[in-house]
């Protein structure tokens, strides 16, 4: 391990001391991300699917791209949900909205803590 570090190795791996309320956001939002992966790549393999259904059958339309493009919408919705795309219901918009709800009720939030896991 390089001299000076505060690491400790695990398994070959060099793990720092994080906060744990961001460690367990980080788990979360990585979680997040495997979850809409998953997703986009159901939704790439449905759209080969009705790619090739639709190349052997024997109509002389195109219609595989109406369900790629139905579909695709929730997949966009299911991004956005997951990983807060644009700012959109993300770690940000959460904090934002715990202020506004606490400024409401009067009650000033300490800027030092971070919201547990019943907050978020």
Excluded at 6 to 23: C, I, K, N
Excluded at 87 to 95: I, M, N, P, Q, V
Aim: with cysteine; aromatic share 12%.
């Amino acid at each position: 391990m390089p001299k000076g570090s505060s690491g400790s190795t695990v398994t070959g791996m060099v793990r720092t001391a994080y906060d744990p309320d961001a460690l367990e956001e980080a788990r979360r939002h990585v979680r997040r991300k495997r979850i809409f992966y998953i997703v986009l790549g159901v939704w790439i393999a449905l759209c080969v699917m009705w790619f090739v259904i639709d190349l052997s059958d024997d109509s002389s339309s195109w219609w595989f791209y109406w369900p790629m493009a139905g579909s695709g919408v929730g997949v966009a919705i299911a991004g956005i949900v997951l990983l807060g795309v644009g700012g959109l219901f993300g770690a940000d918009w959460e904090r934002r909205e715990i202020d506004k709800y606490l400024n409401r009720q009067g009650k000033e939030r300490d800027p030092r803590h971070h919201p547990t896991k019943g907050e978020r």
